[in-house]
C-alpha cells in the first residue's frame, strides 16, 4: 500500500503536476491521520472493555468481603454490647440500684466482663486494588474512595480496641488475684463465697476496673453499628453499579 502510494506521487511529480501532487500529499496525510486516529479509538476502546471487566470482577470481589465483614460486625456488636451491658450490671449493683442477684448471676457477670474482641476484617479485594494500582478502574466516586480510605477509616476502631484490650488485661489481672479462675470452666463451675463476692464490691480497684469495661466496648458497639450502616451503603452502590454494567 506505501508503495502504490509513492508510486502516484512519483507520477505526478515526474508529470510536473505540482498542485495535483501537493493536494494528493494534502489527502494522503489526512488519511494517515484518520488512520491513526481510528487505530487509537480501538485501542482505547479494548482499553475500557478490559477496565470494565476488571472493574466489575473487582466489584463482584469487593461484595463479598463486605458481606462477611457485615456478619463479622454482628459478632463483636453482640459481644461488645455484652460486656459493658455486664459489667453496668456490676456497678449498679453495688450502687444498689439493682436488686440483690445471686452467686451464679455475679460470676456470669464477673467472667462476662473478661470478655474482649477485634473486628476481623476481610481486606482481600482492598489490598489487591491497592496493591495492583487498579484504583482508578473503579468509576463509582463514593466507591473509589471508600477503597482508598479503607484503612485509614478504620483507624480509630482500632485505637479504641487497643484501649479495651489494655483495659481487659487490667480487669483480669485483678481478679485473678482474688478469684479462683482456674476453676472457670464454664457456667456453674466456678463457685464464689459471699465474702468473695462482697468483699469484690466494696474493692476500689475492682470496681475501677469494671468501670473501665464500660467505655471502650460501649464506644467500640457505637463504632461497629455505624460501621455496619456504611458497609450497607456500600453494598447498595455496588449493586447499582453491577446493574448497569
Known amino acids: ?12 511529480f515526474m508529470e510536473n503536476k505540482t498542485g495535483k501532487y501537493l493536494k494528493y500529499a494534502i489527502g494522503e496525510i489526512i488519511l494517515v491521520v484518520i488512520g491513526i486516529l481510528i487505530a487509537l479509538s480501538i485501542n482505547n476502546w479494548n482499553e475500557g472493555r478490559k477496565n470494565s471487566i476488571k472493574e466489575i470482577q473487582f466489584l463482584k470481589s469487593f461484595k463479598v468481603d463486605l458481606l462477611a465483614n457485615k456478619e463479622e460486625l ?9 460486656t459493658f451491658n455486664v459489667s453496668d450490671s456490676i456497678l449498679k449493683l453495688q450502687r444498689g440500684e439493682l436488686k440483690d442477684f445471686d452467686s451464679k448471676t455475679f460470676i456470669s457477670c464477673m467472667m462476662n466482663a473478661t470478655g474482649f474482641t477485634v473486628y476481623k476484617t476481610q481486606e482481600g ?8 494500582g487498579s484504583l482508578d478502574v473503579i468509576k463509582n466516586d463514593s466507591i473509589r474512595l471508600a477503597v482508598g480510605s479503607w484503612v485509614a477509616n478504620l483507624k480509630d476502631i482500632r485505637e479504641w480496641e487497643k484501649l479495651d484490650k489494655t483495659a481487659t488485661d487490667k480487669y483480669y489481672e485483678h481478679l485473678i488475684q482474688h478469684v479462683d479462675i ?9 463457685i464464689l463465697e459471699d465474702s468473695t463476692k462482697e468483699f469484690l464490691l466494696n474493692d476500689r480497684m475492682f470496681l475501677n476496673r469494671i468501670a473501665d ?19 450497607e451503603r456500600l453494598l447498595n452502590l455496588i449493586d447499582s453499579e453491577l446493574e448497569n454494567n
Open 1 to 12: 500500500m506505501i508503495k502504490f502510494f509513492r508510486r502516484i506521487r512519483q507520477n505526478l
Open 74 to 82: 454482628k459478632r463483636v456488636i453482640e459481644k461488645t454490647e455484652i
Open 125 to 132: 479485594t482492598v489490598q489487591d486494588i491497592l496493591g495492583s
Open 182 to 190: 482456674y476453676k472457670f470452666e464454664g457456667e456453674g463451675s466456678l
Open 213 to 231: 469495661r464500660i467505655l471502650p466496648p460501649r464506644v467500640l458497639n457505637f463504632m461497629y453499628n455505624e460501621e455496619i450502616n456504611k458497609l
